[in-house]
């Protein structure tokens, strides 16, 4: 198929095009943990997709769903009316969110949850009579999607620097990644907690803590190669926001659903944020779907400061809980229930944690740091190349070895659906073992990626 389909209109995202096109990389059916390639070969899903089927590809219960509805009824605008589906998804989310936070807005992605958050932050302060909270704070290398609000708190400069000065008014933390102290630490890393003190010592030292409105953070840096927050670092974040009466957002976008063997990180790190924003797992990346859930205090701030009859929030996708979006998340849920795939990931994690840690010792591997069902294996680079490393192992293992990894910069991202067993961790990471030892100091590489 490669040879006949022609590749030259679709602009890819997040993609080397030229690259890309000249060799393209097809995938043309997908079940369980595996894709199909357009030359006939299985391909074992060490990313999930993009961080995000969960469940396994093509599972019968959510394709079921989606055609069921998509049979019922297409399509209904929710802009002053609604459809059941919606409100049902909306308390089956609710139902496994952390307590106190029952208020879900919908949205389409990743990006909009981002942006949906931030808004409902700015103008929460602003309904209770408090605007003067506009500042934002965000992480240096942390990812939050490509809106403007996402790339303006994200610290990662590649997704910056091309579009100019974004927001006013916001400011980064360092992220926590300290491999001089961490390295190789199994789970959460042991030094660093104190970096989150720089949030008050630093940041609203500079700002003046009244002007903050709210401070984001992915309780684990996916994007950007895997940055695990030290012990302790994320109860700090909570404690200073809880002092100054600033919001505090958890971008869990990839630690959501069960990533790390409880349904929310914030579960697993025993902090409960004033937001979470999700998506990807949120409907198993069936049908693309992102929600900000928030707490009720925050929500009905909004409702207490409008007349009744008038709209309280000017805020909303067309696409806002699409009703095929709605039954996918609705099925997702049941699928995570009844499968108990978040148990699932927990009792894999020491497996995949063991897997992950034999790469230590191998040609170029500076750190491997692991989470749940997360690892980032951190490799030398290739002096003067950026990125090259990486990238060799990722086509080596996609043509030689038929496994699909992921790459950010010299890191490999690893995030398999929670179905995967033993074996095929094995298989994964012996995968990336062969291709790591014929790496060579400068090595030749098949295609550098610059
Ligand atoms: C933490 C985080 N936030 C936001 C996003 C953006 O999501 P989307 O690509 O669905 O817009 C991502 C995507 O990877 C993410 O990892």
């Not at 009244?210 to 670092?233: D, H, M, N, W």
């Not at 229930?337 to 009792?347: I, M």
Request: charged fraction near 20%; aromatic fraction near 8%.
């Amino acid at each position: 198929m490669a040879n006949t389909l022609n590749t030259e209109h679709f602009w890819m995202p997040f993609t080397a095009n030229r690259q890309f096109k000249a060799r393209p990389r097809m995938l043309v059916a997908a079940s369980g943990m595996h894709y199909t390639t357009d030359d006939g070969r299985q391909i074992l899903d060490g990313t999930a997709g993009l961080w995000c089927v969960n469940a396994g590809h093509g599972h019968p219960k959510i394709t079921a769903a989606i055609q069921h509805q998509a049979a019922t009824m297409d399509y209904a605008p929710l802009f002053q009316m609604g459809h059941p589906k919606v409100f049902e998804a909306a308390s089956a989310l609710v139902s496994i969110a952390p307590e106190g936070l029952n208020r879900v807005f919908f949205c389409n992605d990743g990006s909009e949850a981002v942006d949906t958050a931030l808004k409902i932050a700015l103008a929460y302060h602003r309904v209770r009579g408090d605007g003067l909270r506009t500042r934002l704070i965000g992480r240096e290398r942390g990812y939050h999607g490509v809106g403007f609000g996402g790339i303006a708190v994200g610290g990662i400069a590649g997704n910056r620097k091309q579009f100019g000065p974004t927001l006013a008014g916001v400011d980064h933390l360092r992220h926590p990644l300290d491999i001089a102290r961490n390295a190789f630490s199994k789970g959460l890393p042991e030094h660093g907690a104190e970096m989150a003190d720089e949030l008050e010592q630093r940041m609203l030292a500079l700002h003046d803590p009244a002007t903050v409105a709210a401070v984001i953070v992915e309780p684990i840096q996916g994007s950007a190669g895997v940055i695990l927050p030290p012990k302790g670092y994320l109860q700090k974040l909570r404690s200073i926001c809880d002092k100054y009466g600033i919001l505090l957002i958890f971008d869990e976008v990839i630690t959501g659903f069960g990533r790390l063997g409880t349904a929310f990180a914030a579960d697993f790190f025993g902090v409960v944020p004033d937001m979470i924003t999700c998506a990807k797992g949120l409907t198993n990346a069936a049908v693309p779907m992102g929600a900000v859930i928030v707490r009720q205090d925050i929500h009905d701030a909004f409702m207490d400061a409008s007349p009744e009859g008038a709209i309280e929030f000017f805020h909303g996708y067309t696409y806002t809980g699409h009703p095929l979006a709605s039954a996918a998340m609705v099925a997702t849920m049941d699928v995570y229930k009844e499968e108990g795939l978040f148990d699932r990931a927990a009792s894999m994690a020491p497996h995949f944690e063991n897997a992950a840690h034999s790469l230590k010792g191998l040609p170029c591997v500076k750190d491997v740091r692991n989470l749940g069902l997360v690892c980032g294996i951190e490799l030398e680079g290739v002096p003067g190349k950026p990125t090259a490393r990486a990238f060799d192992v990722f086509l080596k293992c996609f043509w030689e070895k038929n496994v699909l990894i992921r790459t950010t910069g010299d890191i490999i991202a690893l995030s398999p659906p929670l179905i995967i067993d033993e074996q095929q961790i094995n298989q994964l990471f012996k995968a990336i073992a062969d291709i790591l030892k014929s790496q060579k100091a400068v090595p030749e590489l098949q295609a550098a990626a610059v």
